[in-house]
């Protein structure tokens, strides 16, 4: 596609519950990033795919976050026994090498 | 490790007056610069990027920024504010290896 992809757009879950989370990247790009946007709040770094290498975690608040990357492509955010404080937008980007990244509209994520 | 510092969470201007995002960055060696623009409740904008090239860098809506190595700044202007650039802007560093570091973001409110 022209542009990094989310869905869903927007994700209405109840508390304790498993939610996931997509990010198509631009064709190629080898980086792919997840940050959490809560409101009025800057960008907090989540986890890094870096082609090959073991993706950097060390954003990831807790054990209930993961993600993974598929064929270097698609990426999923997995959310467990989700809680309120999880009510975000959850934004990805890529980017190839040095350059810019990209950012997808993100998925925001409401917690009830 | 980078880091990136921008000196004010909050910028207040008139409309017609300049705008100074003020960023410094730390890195072990030059990196790559850019500044987003995140107008409400939409997603990251590009407005311009260094990448050692020139060191004063035009960008989209008027806006440019200046890579200072000896002072490690890299400060985003425009002559004349317009009620449209209230946003949130985000200076970012990238350096190879590396991912991408964001600083916490200026917030711009523009009066009329």
């Known amino acids: 596609g022209a542009g990094v992809s989310q869905s869903p757009s927007n994700k209405v879950t109840e508390k304790g519950k498993d939610v996931e989370l997509r990010c198509d990247p631009i064709s190629g790009h080898t980086a792919l990033y997840w940050y959490r946007q809560s409101l009025g709040q800057g960008l907090e770094f989540l986890i890094y795919f870096q082609g090959n290498s073991a993706p950097d975690k060390s954003g990831l608040p807790s054990d209930r976050f993961s993600a993974e990357r598929t064929g270097g492509s698609v990426s999923t955010l997995t959310i467990q026994r989700t809680q309120q404080e999880d009510s975000a937008v959850y934004l990805c980007?890529?980017?190839?090498?040095?350059?810019?990244?990209?950012f997808g509209q993100g998925t925001r994520l409401t917690v009830v | 490790a980078q880091s990136v510092t921008q000196l004010d969470s909050h910028v207040s201007v008139s409309e017609g007056t300049p705008v100074l995002l003020r960023c410094n960055y730390s890195?072990?060696?030059?990196?790559?610069l850019f500044w987003y623009v995140q107008h409400p409740n939409k997603g990251l904008q590009l407005l311009l990027k260094?990448?050692?090239?020139?060191?004063l860098v035009k960008g989209i809506n008027g806006f440019e920024a200046e890579f200072k190595k000896s002072e490690t700044s890299f400060h985003l202007t425009k002559p004349s504010a317009h009620m449209s650039d209230a946003a949130e802007y985000f200076c970012?560093?990238?350096?190879?290896?590396?991912?991408?570091?964001f600083g916490g973001g200026t917030r711009v409110l523009v009066k009329p």
């Open positions: 970012v560093s990238y350096a190879a290896g590396n991912k991408l570091t």
């Open positions: 260094y990448t050692s090239a020139a060191t």
């Open positions: 980007a890529s980017s190839q090498s040095n350059t810019e990244a990209f």
């Open positions: 890195s072990s060696y030059s990196p790559s």
